[in-house]
């Protein structure tokens, strides 16, 4: 076998092997975790369930309410009590949460510990009933952007406007209320319950003595056993549904800042091994850095398993590409696998697209600074064997082939851009500059380099 095969199929296997792995993160991470969760659904008999829904709205903290409620069932519960301290999030997770607990059998009551603005405001609307601590807030749920800027989309704000207003009629509340948290654009005269007019430009937040004034909320308390008491609950007990490490280690990927880092990592690991060939720490971390990132969106429920099968796809059909050379076809359709299973697991299309884009650039300023200092090289060097066989020594791996610079010959198979001439009645493996020759075409060889030799198209007027 040829020097130049053998190197091809080693790589083809190393990285047989990351895939591999990452494939094989995706089979037994997530059963471990269904098996958890399982197990502590176990039933418990009547009891008053605690679900404390804390930090961002997003996927995240949808599928850690979605397996809380179903544990409540299995549990038989008597009472869901949602303890609520966000500052809001993202709208269309706040959605799937209302939804959810409409559709809950189990009485449902939302604790406001501290604030529930914005699409808190929303979630706790849609409960049965809502009790404040002393100083909480509630309302300020104007649709902003990422950088809190508000937004001025008419269908967006309509939207969200009859999505608030629905959930205050839910329980008899005011909808003119909620039109004032949400709607900047309009004057609300709320003067016979808060006593004011929110003018134009404002949105409404109130405060737990004046919601329980105006029937926003049923009851205002100091702690979490101060509501159970009021429910009358005082003799049941408590069930505390934690949020699992599964969950908060993808709430943790799932920041944007977290998930730009181990798409830089990932970038930089993975483009380091394949532009410097000799696997080792940054294969390794550019594997381990995506599975971490495909795994914490599709723990947080942003992506299903599609995503990550792209992503390999996309990864190998590069591979393929550099080894066997396809002019470009299978590295543009590997690119594309690539980036579309990145923005799939992305909380959005433009997110997506900006995290690649910030990502690209600074793993290839760090493949560059790589591989012209090969630094990291020196890791493995205990490793690795350090004699070598040099032409300087008097060993020759294989025949040169210096002698043929400048000497012409004829193709006898295509060169795609590897491909067979004769050169002085010998048949010689060549490659092209990155051109396609015809078969049975006149060349010369340019250039030799161990056992490369490079040829060019001798044209009609040569």
Partial sequence: MKTSDRTKNAT???????????????????????????????????????????????????????????????AHAEHIIITLNTYGGRTDSAAEIGEMLRAESIPVTAFIE??????????????????????STIGSAAV???????????????????????????NGR?????????????EVDL??????????????????????????????ASTLDDVIAWLGYS???????EVSFAEQLSAFILHPAVSVILLIIGFAGIGIEIFVPGFGLPGILGVLAMGLYFFGSYIGGLAGMESAILFIVGILLVILELIVPAFGILGILGGGAIITGIILAAPNWQTGLISIAIALVIATVIIVIF????????????????????????????????SLVGQQGITVTPLRPAGTAIINNQRVDVVTEGGFVENKRPVIVVKAEGTWVVVREILSNE
């Fill in 174 to 186: 005011d909808p003119n209320v909620a039109i004032a948290m949400v709607d900047p654009r309009v």
């Fill in 12 to 74: 083809l296997m190393r990285w047989v092997v990351s895939i591999l792995m990452l494939a094989m993160f995706f089979i037994l991470v997530p059963t471990t975790i269904q098996a958890e969760s399982k197990e502590a659904s176990k039933g418990y008999g009547p009891a008053i369930v605690h679900i404390p829904l804390k930090g961002d709205v997003d996927p995240a903290m949808v599928k850690y309410l979605a397996r809380a409620l179903g544990e409540a069932e299995e």
């Fill in 114 to 135: 501290g604030k529930a603005v914005s699409a808190g405001t929303y979630i706790a609307l849609n409960a049965d009933s809502i009790v404040m601590q002393e100083g």
């Fill in 191 to 220: 003067t016979s319950t808060l006593g004011k007019v929110i003018t134009v430009g404002d949105v409404l937040a109130i405060s737990a003595t004046d919601a329980e004034r105006i029937g926003y909320s049923e009851h205002t």
């Fill in 371 to 402: 591989s012209r200092t090969k630094k990291g090289r020196t890791i493995w060097s205990k490793f690795v064997l350090r004699e070598k066989l040099t032409t300087e020594e008097g060993f020759v791996s294989a025949e040169l082939k210096s």
């Fill in 144 to 170: 902003v952007d990422g950088s809190g800027k508000l937004i001025d989309n008419p269908k967006t704000i309509s939207y969200w406007v009859d999505q608030m207003s629905e959930a205050a009629k839910l």
């Fill in 235 to 241: 003799d049941r007990d408590v069930i505390e549904v």
